[in-house]
């Protein structure tokens, strides 16, 4: 099993700003990702044909380690832990058929009758959120009919409610706990 070392280092070689950066370590692999806005996890890892996969809890097997499943596993943990979402009403990757084609919602939220409530969009955190962002998820939203969108790149979370009566939608100030959905 690897282990997640947080260190300082500089950003990008070009760049003045500094930043905190996670290694995750597994037998003789190292990686090495950003350390972001959502609490710490302790992540199982494991090394498989040269590459390190983190251990999905959601989809209960290990996954390629790329820096967006950074931010999915660590925002999984934050709804899970800090803002009481069930690990049982939840699910990663989840596919839909969009205008013929098959997509993947990246986490999808439900309600205790199993309907979706919220969908869940990541990108890697050097990935600005933009409206191209935005467009995406809400194109999986035509198919969805979902409540709340949620964005994050890990540094910066973004999380609307849809209001279908008056086809407007709201960005609210925080992610809402589970009760509040």
């Given at each position: 099993?690897?282990?997640?070392?947080?260190?300082?280092?500089?950003?990008?070689?070009?760049?003045?700003?500094?930043?905190?950066?996670?290694?995750?370590?597994?037998?003789?692999v190292?990686?090495?990702?950003?350390?972001?806005?959502?609490?710490?996890?302790?992540?199982r890892?494991?090394?498989?044909?040269?590459?390190?996969?983190?251990?999905d809890?959601?989809?209960?097997?290990?996954?390629?380690?790329?820096?967006?499943?950074?931010?999915?596993?660590?925002?999984?943990?934050f709804?899970?832990?800090e803002?009481?979402?069930?690990?049982?009403?939840?699910?990663?990757?989840?596919r839909?058929?969009?205008?013929?084609?098959s997509?993947?919602?990246?986490?999808?939220?439900?309600?205790?009758?199993?309907?979706?409530?919220?969908?869940?969009?990541?990108?890697?955190?050097?990935?600005?959120?933009?409206?191209?962002?935005?467009?995406?998820?809400?194109?999986?939203?035509?198919?969805?009919?979902?409540?709340?969108l949620?964005?994050?790149?890990?540094?910066?979370?973004?999380?609307?409610?849809?209001?279908?009566?008056?086809?407007?939608?709201?960005f609210?100030?925080?992610?809402?706990?589970?009760?509040?959905?």
């Amino acid at each position: 099993m690897g282990k997640v070392v947080y260190f300082d280092v500089w950003y990008f070689a070009n760049s003045t700003k500094s930043c905190t950066f996670a290694t995750v370590s597994s037998n003789t692999v190292t990686t090495i990702l950003m350390k972001l806005n959502l609490p710490p996890i302790e992540a199982r890892t494991k090394t498989e044909g040269g590459r390190i996969k983190i251990w999905d809890a959601l989809r209960r097997r290990y996954v390629a380690l790329t820096p967006e499943e950074w931010v999915r596993q660590h925002f999984v943990a934050f709804l899970i832990g800090e803002k009481g979402y069930s690990p049982a009403l939840m699910a990663n990757e989840v596919r839909i058929e969009l205008n013929g084609m098959s997509r993947r919602c990246d986490t999808v939220v439900y309600q205790r009758d199993l309907r979706p409530r919220v969908i869940i969009e990541y990108k890697r955190p050097d990935v600005k959120i933009s409206q191209r962002v935005f467009a995406q998820i809400c194109r999986y939203n035509l198919v969805m009919q979902v409540d709340y969108l949620i964005v994050s790149n890990g540094l910066e979370h973004y999380c609307c409610r849809m209001d279908y009566v008056r086809q407007t939608y709201e960005f609210l100030d925080d992610i809402p706990d589970f009760k509040g959905l």
